[in-house]
């Protein structure tokens, strides 16, 4: 595998993204408009593995991270090129070492426009539209639709009673990054007749909170796990990544929460998304790279 690229006038290296100062890929985050703080690129960190492009002096100018879930299956995610090289071939340099890291593994990413059509040039192929739902939300929430259960705060030490659900709805195992995300957040379980059917989590992320991943098999179900989170934070910022257009859709946008911006859920391998009406689905992200 190529262990450097010339870019017109200067080369870059590939380094395991470990050795970086967290504070120069938050200057990389930052230098695209992306709302990540130097704690979400630590946690991102913990969760998965990467590269950085840097030069002969250590500057950074691109990055690109996959979260493996067993062994045949990962995200991607946090691929991100200095604005200096766009368009230069870093982008699809990093992805060629990603693809190398990854074997034969399946992948699935969320892409951003502008890297879109470089993601259709390595044959990946669209599955859906994520919408990015963030704003400060409101004093009051609106009335809600009847609660088909009741709430219980789940332990992060309990999280294998989620972890079918969770399995159901995002098609592979992934305890290990709920673990990981438990450690910094909220976590709401609804029960009916003493069975978990859907839960939330809430955590600190970028300008404020987000809320995901999010799992529930209806609308109303997603709702109410929306609500017992959004109603304590009410004219603060929060963010929910959803690729629902319904009913939760429209909850979230009467909650001050309106759409700023969508990316597209694009796999290459097998399909992703297996959503089924009536079945556990994701209504809420756990974050773009991480599904």
Known sequence: MQQSVRLKSFELFAQD?????????????????????????????????????????????????WFPHGDDFAT????????????????RWLMERVFAECGGRHL???????????????????????????????????????????FEELAPGRLAEIAALDLAAFGVDRLPLLELLAEQASIRVLRRD??????????????????????????????HLAAVHLEAFGGR????????????AAFLRRNGLSVTD?????????????????????FGLAGHALG
């Not at 120069?24 to 492009?53: F, N, Y």
């Not at 991607?76 to 982008?91: D, E, F, K």
């Not at 990544?241 to 939760?248: C, H, K, L, Y």
Request: with cysteine.
């Open 108 to 150: 699935s990413l969320n892409a951003t426009r502008a890297a879109y059509a470089l993601y259709r040039s390595l044959a990946f192929v669209d599955e859906g539209i994520v919408h990015l739902h963030q704003g400060k939300v409101s004093a009051a929430l609106p009335s809600l639709p009847r609660l088909n259960g009741h």
């Open 17 to 65: 993204i470990d050795g970086i100062d967290v504070n120069l890929l938050h200057a990389l985050s930052t230098s695209v408009g992306w709302p990540h703080r130097p704690k979400d690129w630590e946690m991102l960190r913990r969760a998965g593995k990467g590269i950085v492009a840097v030069d002969g002096i250590g500057r950074v100018f691109g990055s690109a991270m």
């Open 237 to 248: 910022f929060m963010r929910v990544d959803t690729r629902s257009t319904g009913a939760f």
């Open 262 to 282: 969508t990316v597209t859920t694009m796999s290459k391998g097998r399909r992703f998304l297996n959503e089924k009406p009536g079945e556990p689905m994701v």
């Open 194 to 223: 003493g069975v978990a059917v859907g839960y939330s989590m809430c955590r600190a992320f970028g300008q404020g909170h987000v809320i995901g991943p999010l799992v529930a098999s209806n609308d109303d179900d997603a709702i």
């Open 76 to 91: 991607i995610g946090l691929v991100i090129t200095s604005p200096r090289t766009q368009a230069q071939g870093n982008g």
